[in-house]
């Protein structure tokens, strides 16, 4: 637990500094880079994409459909004029022929007529060709025509002249060699003009079809080309938009499964998904703080019942204490009064012997009391006193054989019996206290026994120097749940209802070891007997005061 | 017919100065020093009160109280008093509860020890006084007795080495002189007024 709550910590702390109280300023909706902003601009990218495309390909058609124009208006018009051009010539040729052969005057008339007819039809062919532009060849060749045109058409016009007049020979001669050769050659130079203009034509043709074939080129590239900008624009978006979205989506879906050990990315971001990361990092630190207060809520509710339970506890030895100190002075208590009441019975027949047994046994009970005072008060001070041990060398047997003898004296009745094996001569320790000590264990080992039942004080040297004493006795024993609280101050065996006793010998016999760096054992079973088992050091460490 | 009082003390100093006075007093005093030796004496001598002390070793007074409560209905008109310098709230509770007649804080005004104990014995006197007056013989006694122990007349017969007509005559005198009809009616009021134990 600790440890997610440590990592937990560790992340908050870390993107502290993203999302602290500089997040709030750091809202700029709509700002230079703001996912509208994104999508409008990417928006407005297609669309001149598709218009650019547009105006491009139009652009190109528009190149396609003027050389086809040129085809049509120029080459094909040349190539219809110079037909025309060509019929009229001919024509007048042959009329220039039947001319010749016409005798009467009204078929010269008619000739003369249609031939200047033909003359003016030549001559609108000619204007409407020279009325269109032309290359620079085509005009060359036209001139060169027209040049020979011209003389022809004067040769032709002597023909006429001749055979109007009648010499029809001179005339035929004339029109079979110079009006011929004229003829010939304008008719040879129109046709080289049709050829010339045909293969304009033709090659006019071609370049419209090599315009068409780039400008398909050309668009097609123009398609791929914003096919690619558009599959950029998308591959953009979905990494700077979408992405980023699902993520953050993902760690919203983590939290709401309480998982606070995440690390939300963006937060650094200027546009509506960085203020989104912003707010879900503010979020997770709310969880997080808020997992932090549960557990310091728990912690200190359980410090609580902790203390109230060390409350109850003490008030609850308190009062054991206070029962048995308030046990120990009604006893003695009870044998003053009693005698006293004997007394007053008995006030008119007493003997002087009588009166000095009551009397001496009145002091001997207010001898135990006070000395159930100096004890209590001696443990008292002992306990709220810093404890002062006062070391001197001691012989240990004889101080065992002295508490032993002590507690038989005691206790009437008492089966103490003493195994001393091989002992130190002498040892260095607080004799009173050790005293005190080893009188607590024999005190109780007799009061949790029945009357006579033997209590054994075996005593040896430890190896490496020291005491061991063992105090066993076959009483009630000690249960199982007292144990750990044996040593403690006011505590009292749960079997020990209705035996006299304060709660605190036990304690001090745990201090007064602890101030001769000592330590104690217990063996019991209940309702078998206990065994105290007592480590006392040789002693010769400096004296300690206890804490 | 002096009153046998017992007295469970683990002082013995305590024990003997009540002892001296409930003698004087005119009772007939037997005294025990620890719990266990208090129990058996309860057993042994049948005292028509018991004054304990709580805090003994070996057994304390309360497991004595609780001991003989095991018993019922033996003993159960026998006044049990706790006699302890245990003053606290919690022990005495604990001493009522478990069925102590009285609960007495030492140091003992032996005064009003004697009402306490006159007082509970005035109960009992009154039953005796009835018994007294219903009279029955030793023979009827002894019917009743395993009559309410839920044997049979021929059973009771061979117990008590007699024929069944003499035990069917010893029961119906019996009932006779409780002024009952049948012998279940006359077992129950035998125990109830403790001529009987069943």
Partial sequence: MSVVIRQAARGANRSGGDIGSPAAPRIRPGGPRSIRILLSAASLLFLLLVIGLGAFSMQRLSDVNRVSDEIRNQWLQDIRLIGDLNNYMSDYRAGEGTHLLSNTAAELAAGEKEIAALNAQVIRAQRSYESQPHEAAEQRLYDEFAREWAEYKIIATQVLALSHAGAKPDAVAMYMTASRRAFDMASDTLGRLTDQTVAGADEASARAAGAYLQDGRLIVAAMVVATFLVLAIIIYITRSVSRPLLGLARDMHELAAHSTNISIRGTQRDDEIGEMARSVAVFRDNAIALVQSQHRLIEQTAALEETLEKERRMTAQQRNFVAMTSHEFRTPLTVIDAQAQRLIKLKDRLTPNDLLERATRIRSAVTRLTGIMDSLLGDSRLLDEQAVCHPCDFDPATLLHEVCQLHRETSRGADIREEFGELPSTMHGDPKLLFGLFSNLLSNAVKYSAAGSPVDVMARTKPGGGLLVHVRDHGIGIPDRDRAHLFERYYRGTNAVGVAGSGVGLHLVAMVLELHGGAIEVESRAGEGSTFIVHLPAGDRAPVRAD | ?198
């Fill in chain 2, 1 to 198: 017919m002096r009153k046998k009082i017992l007295c469970i003390e683990d002082d013995p100093e305590t024990a003997s100065l009540i002892a001296e006075e409930f003698e004087e007093r005119g009772y007939d005093m037997a005294l025990a020093h620890d719990g266990q030796a208090g129990f058996s004496a309860v057993l042994k001598l049948h005292p028509d009160i018991v004054l304990c002390d709580v805090s003994m070793p070996i057994m304390s007074g309360f497991e004595v109280l609780d001991r003989l409560t095991e018993l019922t209905p033996r003993f159960a008109s026998m006044p049990f008093i706790f006699l302890t310098a245990f003053g606290d709230r919690d022990n005495q509770l604990k001493g009522r509860r478990l069925g102590a007649d009285d609960y007495v804080v030492k140091p003992i005004d032996f005064e009003i020890l004697d009402t306490i104990i006159s007082g509970r014995l005035a109960k009992v006197a009154r039953t005796e006084l009835w018994s007294q007056q219903i009279d029955l013989g030793d023979r009827e006694v002894e019917c009743l007795t395993w009559a309410a122990r839920g044997k049979t007349s021929t059973e009771i017969a061979q117990i008590i080495g007699t024929s069944k007509r003499n035990v069917d005559f010893h029961i119906e005198n019996a009932c006779r002189k409780l002024n009952v009809a049948t012998r279940v009616q006359a077992a129950v009021k035998a125990v109830t007024g403790r001529l009987i134990e069943p």
